[in-house]
């Protein structure tokens, strides 16, 4: 007799530790399908499958993250930035959290706000070129040119094969007046990424030619 009352309850345990299971996978399953329509242009499919992983792991940090980094690409920047806010509400020290927050408040044009986020990230990850390079392009935008400089040459020191960063202190060596600084940037911009040649070349001879005054 105590057999046969043991017998359903065992099933049942195990009936629910195989329900976990599978949600647990599941969740997974859905970004792994997420990611491969991102890569194949289904935005909209990889979003709600981002979502369907929500839904099954609401504190999981990774589904918010891969969500927001489609919303960004299709400059849904609103959307972004509440996926963004829910990455960093579960993951309060993760630089990199904070880096893609101030890349949504560019797209939203909120540049005082990301240079805050991108500071927070060096605070976390003195480390981090990217931040330093963001940070350094809308302190440009905001006219702080040496600011900007300062930002672009720490990316630079931290990552000499940063092209963007190059790219990016060209254009702020030119704003004060330092061409032959700007042709070195662009130049060197080029080397590492020969397709930036048809924007910058024009821009490089341009900058010769204030040279010769």
Known sequence: MTKKLFLPILVLIVSSLSTTAVYAASAEDYLNSGNKKFMSRDYSGAIADFTKAIQ????NAKAYSSRSNVEYFIKDYSAA???DNKVIELTPKDPEAYVSRGSTKDGLK??????????KAIELDPEQDIAYNARGADKSRLGDKKGAMSDFNKAIDLNPKFERAYYNRGFARSKLGDFK???????????LDP???KELEPRINAAKSKLKK
């Not at 099954?56 to 504190?59: E, F, I, Q, Y």
């Not at 909120?110 to 500071?119: H, L, M, Q, R, V």
């Not at 600084?181 to 080397?191: F, L, M, S, T, Y």
Request: charged fraction near 30%.
């Open 56 to 59: 099954l792991s609401p504190r």
């Open 110 to 119: 909120d540049y005082a706000g990301a240079i805050k986020d991108y500071t």
């Open 181 to 191: 600084g700007a042709v070195a940037d662009w130049n060197k911009a080029i080397e």
């Open 81 to 83: 930035l509440k996926d």
């Open 195 to 197: 397709l930036n040649k």
